[in-house]
Each structure stands twice: as structure tokens, then as C-alpha cells.
């Protein structure tokens, strides 16, 4: 069976899109997601996206992260999903159902509603999520929240000095953390502006995080140390995060196509 596939990227944040609205695929396993992912004897990516026809919805994301795991949300997929559909756009997810909206800025996300009762992260018992008092290493404090998946937010001085590719999972998988967890570590630089770096759970060091960069500007306007829009710099760029009065996250940025192809979905089942 041959498979088309769209190779994508947000920020160097990168995806392969398989497009499933109209020819089904066969069932997805661990070990098809983890060969496609793979970047030496596969197609290569971050996270893997599944689109599916939905009732309510313009289409169902589903998002595999490059490990196999299937999670809630994924905000750089969600602008490139949207750049594809080419028009304003309801996307259903495991975390929720998102909008999207082309612009000339790129692609402009509704994100939804954060959440910060310790049950939703979720956490392993009940704390106060605004400063969670639990440390690993230079990390201390952290702001946990749920963007349609959970983040821990840790603010530093420096982010380059954190050791993150060695101490993000220890956080990820410690036992806190009942779903594991996504680790940001960031430096607020001034009220508009914040420099961000995300161990992503099942990913590892990315280049970009988009509901990373979505949950460190929640965590910093909920401790008042910026405004109610600022721009998160990520290794691959810029984001501008915006929590509006209705309590909705608006997140906008670019997504670009890198290829098309195609491949043979028995060499990698």
C-alpha cells in the first residue's frame, strides 16, 4: 500500500502529516510510528500527524510523538495542519478542539482554556500549581499547567546554563507526574519578551514547542512578571502568545512545507 505523506515544519519543529479524511489507513502501531520518526532509516520527525475525518469538526488531529506515544496537543502541528486547510478551521483533538486561522503572520490558534487544578496536569496529589514545591537540581518551583497537555514551567536566569537534555527526564518521568510531563525552563527578559527551551515529553530536545511556548507565557502572566501578549524566543524562532479576558490562549506563528512523497507502508509495519 502506497501512503502519501506532507513532511512539515513550525520553527524546525518538524512533522510528517499523513492525510486520512478520505482513504483510510491501516491500523497505526508503536513500532510503524517509531520507524517513520526514525531520521537515518525513515522519513524522520518530531511528532507524527494523523488526520481524520470528524462529525463536528473540519478534521481530528491525532499527534504521535517520535517514540510512539500518542498525545493531547501539539501547538506546531496545529499551525501546520492549518496552513493546509487553507481556511479558518476547527480541529478536533485528544485535548480538545482548537480553531485555526490563516493570516499573514502565518497561522493564528485558539489553544483553548488553560487549566491549573492539580488533578488536570495531572499531578500525583494535590499542590498548589502556581508554585509547585519540588526541586531537581538547579530547577525549583516550577508553574504547572494543562494547555491540552501538562507543562512544567521553570524560571531561570539563564536558560542556556540549565543541562536540559540531562535533567528534563528526570522531571518527565518522575512520579509527580502521573502522564509525564513536558519541561520548560525560561528567562523573562523584559514585560513583552521571553527566551525558552523545552524538553518535550516523548521528544526529547526540540526546536520549537508550541503549547510549551502557550503554558510559559501563562505561567509568567499568572506570576504578573509579563503582559497579557509577549513574544517567546525558541531556538527556531519567535511566538506570539496572547491570553485574551475570556480566558482563551491565542498562539500565532509561521509553518512552512518542506516535501511530499510517498512510501510503502508494509516497509515500516
Same mark, same amino acid.
Given at each position: 500500500?502506497?501512503?502519501?505523506?506532507?513532511?512539515?515544519?513550525?520553527?524546525?519543529?518538524?512533522?510528517?502529516?499523513?492525510?486520512?479524511?478520505?482513504?483510510?489507513?491501516?491500523?497505526?502501531?508503536?513500532?510503524?510510528?517509531?520507524?517513520?520518526?526514525?531520521?537515518?532509516?525513515?522519513?524522520?520527525?518530531?511528532?507524527?500527524?494523523?488526520?481524520?475525518?470528524?462529525?463536528?469538526?473540519?478534521?481530528?488531529?491525532?499527534?504521535?510523538?517520535?517514540?510512539?506515544?500518542?498525545?493531547?496537543?501539539?501547538?506546531?502541528?496545529?499551525?501546520?495542519?492549518?496552513?493546509?486547510?487553507?481556511?479558518?478551521?476547527? &480541529?478536533?483533538?485528544?485535548?480538545?478542539?482548537? !480553531?485555526?486561522? +490563516?493570516?499573514?503572520?502565518? %497561522?493564528? =490558534?485558539?489553544?483553548? #482554556?488553560?487549566?491549573?487544578?492539580?488533578?488536570?496536569?495531572?499531578?500525583?496529589?494535590?499542590?498548589?500549581?502556581?508554585?509547585?514545591?519540588?526541586?531537581?537540581?538547579?530547577?525549583?518551583?516550577?508553574?504547572?499547567?494543562?494547555?491540552?497537555?501538562?507543562?512544567?514551567?521553570?524560571?531561570?536566569?539563564?536558560?542556556?546554563?540549565?543541562?536540559?537534555?540531562? &535533567?528534563?527526564?528526570?522531571?518527565?518521568?518522575? !512520579?509527580?507526574? +502521573?502522564?509525564?510531563?513536558? %519541561?520548560? =525552563?525560561?528567562?523573562? #527578559?523584559?514585560?513583552?519578551?521571553?527566551?525558552?527551551?523545552?524538553?518535550?515529553?516523548?521528544?526529547?530536545?526540540?526546536?520549537?514547542?508550541?503549547?510549551?511556548?502557550?503554558?510559559?507565557?501563562?505561567?509568567?502572566?499568572?506570576?504578573?512578571?509579563?503582559?497579557?501578549?509577549?513574544?517567546?524566543?525558541?531556538?527556531?524562532?519567535?511566538?506570539?502568545?496572547?491570553?485574551?479576558?475570556?480566558?482563551?490562549?491565542?498562539?500565532?506563528? +509561521?509553518?512552512?512545507?518542506?516535501?511530499?512523497?510517498?512510501?510503502?507502508?508494509?516497509?515500516?509495519?
Amino acid at each position: 500500500m502506497r501512503v502519501p505523506f506532507i513532511k512539515m515544519h513550525g520553527l524546525g519543529n518538524d512533522f510528517i502529516v499523513l492525510d486520512a479524511r478520505e482513504t483510510p489507513l491501516p491500523a497505526l502501531s508503536t513500532a510503524t510510528v517509531r520507524a517513520l520518526a526514525d531520521r537515518r532509516e525513515g522519513i524522520g520527525c518530531d511528532q507524527l500527524i494523523v488526520l481524520e475525518p470528524d462529525e463536528t469538526a473540519t478534521c481530528r488531529m491525532r499527534i504521535f510523538n517520535q517514540d510512539g506515544g500518542e498525545v493531547e496537543a501539539c501547538g506546531n502541528a496545529s499551525r501546520a495542519v492549518g496552513m493546509l486547510l487553507g481556511e479558518p478551521a476547527t &480541529i478536533s483533538t485528544a485535548g480538545g478542539v482548537i !480553531e485555526t486561522h +490563516p493570516s499573514d503572520s502565518g %497561522v493564528a =490558534v485558539d489553544m483553548g #482554556e488553560p487549566r491549573f487544578e492539580w488533578d488536570a496536569i495531572p499531578l500525583a496529589y494535590a499542590m498548589d500549581t502556581m508554585s509547585l514545591p519540588l526541586g531537581w537540581g538547579a530547577l525549583e518551583q516550577p508553574v504547572a499547567v494543562n494547555v491540552g497537555n501538562p507543562h512544567a514551567v521553570f524560571f531561570v536566569g539563564n536558560v542556556d546554563a540549565i543541562a536540559l537534555d540531562i &535533567i528534563g527526564p528526570e522531571v518527565e518521568i518522575d !512520579e509527580i507526574f +502521573p502522564a509525564r510531563v513536558n %519541561v520548560n =525552563v525560561a528567562s523573562v #527578559e523584559d514585560r513583552e519578551t521571553i527566551r525558552l527551551r523545552v524538553w518535550e515529553r516523548g521528544a526529547g530536545l526540540t526546536r520549537a514547542c508550541g503549547t510549551g511556548a502557550c503554558a510559559t507565557a501563562i505561567a509568567a502572566m499568572r506570576r504578573g512578571l509579563v503582559d497579557r501578549e509577549v513574544t517567546v524566543h525558541l531556538p527556531g524562532g519567535p511566538l506570539l502568545i496572547g491570553w485574551g479576558e475570556d480566558n482563551r490562549i491565542t498562539m500565532t506563528g +509561521p509553518a512552512t512545507e518542506a516535501f511530499r512523497g510517498e512510501f510503502d507502508w508494509g516497509d515500516y509495519a
